[in-house]
């Protein structure tokens, strides 16, 4: 489809926002949003989802579009900050381990009579007072992050970053031990 066309197509749309303008709008540029996705290394499901997402925000904020003629940098626009929230939110993720499978994690882990309790002071031992008093509150004593801020007397998103940051310390000392390795020892 050439630029011309595409021009016509985004210009009856934002005419008049129906239910077929709408559907010739998707499916010209749909395709093109989820290719967009997929040049910068989205799954593609995910880029069918997110370029989903970015068709949504078009059809519920076309009316705030100042200048017609640039509803397709616009679009792309849109895209690009769905893109941009979707790789923020994915940097944020840490792994996380399941107290259950407890025994495939730490490489020097040694059986005492008092078990994972003394594994966890171990590991506790990597992060500075202040980390190591949040996370006690916050998974020993199983606080909520408003009642540590309190007690500590700090806004919630501090209390939110040392947990964050302590999880981050944390995960590279709980890499999974290989088979092998767990034999050997």
């Known amino acids: 489809m050439n630029t011309l066309q595409e021009c016509e197509i985004a210009a009856r749309f934002l005419e008049r926002a129906d ?4 559907n010739a709008v ?3 540029f749909c395709p093109q949003v989820v290719a967009f996705f997929r040049r910068r290394g989205v ?15 078009v059809y519920r ?3 705030q579009l100042r200048d017609r003629k640039l509803f397709r940098a616009w679009l792309f626009k849109v895209a690009r900050s769905v893109a941009c929230r979707y790789f923020a939110q994915r940097t944020r993720e840490l792994p996380t381990v399941d107290v259950a499978d407890i025994s495939d994690f730490v490489p020097a882990a040694k059986w005492t009579p008092f078990g994972p309790a003394v594994e966890f002071n171990d590991w506790m031992k990597f992060l500075d007072a202040q980390e190591r008093e949040t996370m006690t509150l916050r998974f020993v004593e199983q606080w909520e992050y408003h009642e540590i801020a309190a007690a500590q007397a700090i806004p919630i998103g501090t209390v939110q970053w040392r947990v964050f940051n ?3 310390k944390l995960a590279a000392h709980l890499i999974p031990v290989r088979e092998t390795d767990r034999m050997a020892a």
């Open 19 to 22: 239910h077929d303008s709408f």
């Open 43 to 57: 799954e593609k499901d995910i880029a069918e989802d997110l370029a989903q997402e970015v068709m949504l925000t």
């Open 61 to 63: 904020k076309a009316g």
């Open 26 to 28: 998707f499916g010209v």
């Open 166 to 168: 302590s999880k981050k």
